[in-house]
């Protein structure tokens, strides 16, 4: 609204993340269509990250936005050594100049972010995105520095932002005082993803050079441990002769991609998955699928579901808690134990082989993230917390 961005056109902004643009991952996008929506809403925003490769700008404006880069020392501990040094003097340097801070991610940045919000009398907001044995807290608990950034944390004036109920009940767990947390779930871009018709499908199908005459399931993420990939290979394999109207599309980079290709060529997938590295355009192979599996050991808010479901696709998700606040089982997907491989396997039999089922679970996929998942919500929901 006009009136509000006039209102809010004395805040400046800082984010912090350690990575960003080109490389960019789930809390990365989520954090730049943040960037955006709360830009658009007259706030000024400066992005501070790594240049984590020297042909980067360090200095440059995409959307209005500014993105410094700053170089640091490519050594073990040295990297956030040099990179938080430097971020601590731009910080006071420029305390005149922005009014909130904003880090993403409860990593080493975090941490200076808190003690300038110490020093400096600044509003400091954390966000945590990951929860379980693969997210922020329980990263950090297993080593020395990580439980003395812990108490560092619990012990600032900073506030934190939770995606999913799961990290609320962690930041509690951890003695995190009540008053300092928000839940703020993700939100989604829904002028970039939203279903199409079949039409427009085929279309995209053929632009992009997928299979028109099968049910296309898609994975979208990084290649970890953490998303349990090998398990759905494990549970695609074991649909036989019907993976022959099937196929699966992975998306995705990172260290398990050897392990992933290994398995494809001992159970003789070639022929109906296809593998491709990370696509700028996602959501057009979004919106030329049918349905997404995403079997992660542990989640916050998934940004790729809350994506793919924007785009009309019924998912297949892990019992996981973040996964489970977004899917409800029989509804707008099905949760499944990934350790069941055989019902795994069931689910998606059941879902690909039943066209009125995947359209009605379609339809109260997308219907989902627009009543609850949209960019402008939680723009609504932070916007009265940095600006009061």
């Known amino acids: 609204m006009p009136g509000e961005s006039k209102k809010n056109q004395s805040l400046h902004m800082v984010m912090i993340t350690a990575f960003f643009l080109p490389k960019i991952g789930g809390s990365e996008k989520q954090l730049f269509t943040l960037a955006r929506a709360l830009h658009k809403q007259g706030i000024a925003i400066t992005i501070i990250t790594r240049q984590y490769d020297p042909i980067l700008m360090n200095h440059e404006h995409v959307n209005g936005i500014e993105i410094l880069r700053f170089s640091f020392m490519n050594m073990p501990m040295m990297d956030l050594i040099t990179f938080n040094l430097k971020l601590f003097f731009w910080l006071i340097k420029h305390r005149n100049v922005y009014t909130v801070i904003y880090a993403n991610l409860a990593s080493s940045h975090a941490v200076t972010a808190a003690l300038i919000g110490l020093c400096c009398k600044k509003k400091v907001f954390i966000k945590l995105g990951g929860s379980g044995r693969y997210g922020d807290l329980m ?9 003395i950034k812990i108490n560092l944390l ?26 300092s947390i928000s839940l703020i779930p993700n939100g989604v871009n829904s002028e970039l ?20 005459d099968a049910i296309l399931f898609i994975f979208a993420g990084r290649f970890d441990l953490s998303k349990n990939i090998i398990t759905m290979l494990i549970a695609w394999h074991k649909l036989g002769d019907q993976k022959n109207h099937m196929k699966l599309l992975i998306i995705g980079e990172g260290p398990l991609e050897q392990n992933i290709r290994q398995v494809i060529t001992t159970k003789q997938l070639q022929n109906s998955i296809v593998l491709k590295p990370f696509q700028d355009n996602i959501q057009e192979y979004f919106q030329a699928s049918d349905s997404m599996i995403a079997l992660s050991v542990s989640e916050g808010l998934s940004n790729t579901i809350l994506e793919g479901m924007a ?13 489970e606040e977004i899917i409800t089982d029989g509804y707008n997907g099905f949760t499944v134990d990934p350790d069941k491989i055989t ?9 690909g082989s039943d066209k009125h089922l995947r359209k009605k679970m379609s339809e109260k996929a997308s219907q989902t993230i627009k009543e609850h998942y949209r960019i402008d919500h939680t723009v609504q929901r932070i916007l009265p917390l940095i600006s009061s």
């Open 139 to 147: 990263t950090s608990r297993h080593s020395l520095l990580g439980k």
């Open 154 to 179: 619990r012990n600032s004036t900073a506030r934190y932002i939770a995606v999913s109920s799961e990290i609320v009940e962690e930041l509690r767990a951890y003695k995190f005082p009540e008053q």
């Open 193 to 212: 993803f939203y279903p199409i018709s079949d039409q427009k499908k085929k279309e995209i199908r053929t632009r992009l050079d997928l299979v028109h």
């Open 311 to 323: 785009c009309g696709l019924p998912v297949i998700g892990s019992r996981a808690r973040g996964i």
């Open 343 to 351: 019902r795994v396997t069931e689910t998606i039999r059941k879902l």
